[in-house]
């Protein structure tokens, strides 16, 4: 599997924007890109995923770069709840790529 | 609606002891993962089923470890003679299908401490 980069911590502020950078340079064309987080004490939870295309759903954005190198998560108001461990995870679209192959992730202090 | 659920949530093995740890995914789901997390790391991919066939085992650490899924519905995670290096939390997820990019449902863990 190709192998994610991602800062080990972040900080941010409760209600600014977080932008949680991911980087993917051996991504192959077949690698959708996942977000996962895990809580404290929980089973991770599943995010966002996107292909090429910036995506939005009711909990975060994805933005991925033209050339597929790289991605940001966004998370457009951080709550406290939002403080978790974030990992980006590659995961190619073919019978070998069943499993998720976890890094180390971003751990997300959110202060109030 | 009911999310996967694993038992027991905390399990306490003297070492040498065998242990059974289950999984309940959710209803209809075709594939089930277990996947291991040690203290301060990203879980780590033990074995995986579709149905009731066991198509990867490959993260399975030793054969020690063993799994089943005999209905294709709940699925049990058998760790013979614990040794003190399987202390780890547990997971189990569920998805909906075989393939494509769906995502996976995680339960809470069990959190195995053998002493």
């Known amino acids: 599997d190709a192998k994610t980069t991602q800062p080990n911590s972040m900080e941010s502020n409760e209600e600014e924007p977080v932008h949680l950078p991911c980087n993917h340079s051996t991504i192959s064309g077949t690698d959708y890109i996942h977000w996962y987080r895990q809580l404290p004490s929980q089973g991770p939870e599943y995010v966002i995923h996107?292909?090429?295309s910036n995506v939005n759903n009711r909990m975060a954005s994805l933005a991925i770069a033209e050339d597929r190198k790289s991605s940001t998560l966004i998370l457009h108001r951080a709550t406290l709840r939002d403080a978790a461990v974030y990992y980006c995870?590659?995961?190619?679209?073919?019978?070998?790529?069943?499993?998720?192959?976890f890094g180390g992730g971003t751990r997300l202090m959110v202060k109030p | 609606g009911a999310g996967v659920s694993q038992s027991p949530r905390y399990k306490v093995a003297k070492r040498g002891q065998d242990v059974a740890l289950r999984c309940d995914p959710i209803s209809g789901h075709v594939s089930l993962f277990w996947y291991q997390q040690a203290l301060g790391q990203g879980p780590e991919f033990l074995t995986y089923f579709q149905n009731e066939a066991q198509l990867d085992k490959s993260g399975l650490p030793s054969d020690r470890f063993f799994a089943e899924r005999p209905e294709g519905s709940v699925s049990t995670l058998k760790i013979q003679r614990t040794q003190q290096e399987d202390s780890a939390v547990y997971l189990c997820a569920s998805r909906k299908s075989g393939h494509g990019p769906y995502e996976q449902y995680f339960g809470p863990g069990t959190r195995l401490t053998v002493t």
């Open positions: 996107g292909l090429t």
């Open positions: 995870i590659l995961r190619a679209n073919n019978n070998a790529g069943n499993m998720l192959t």
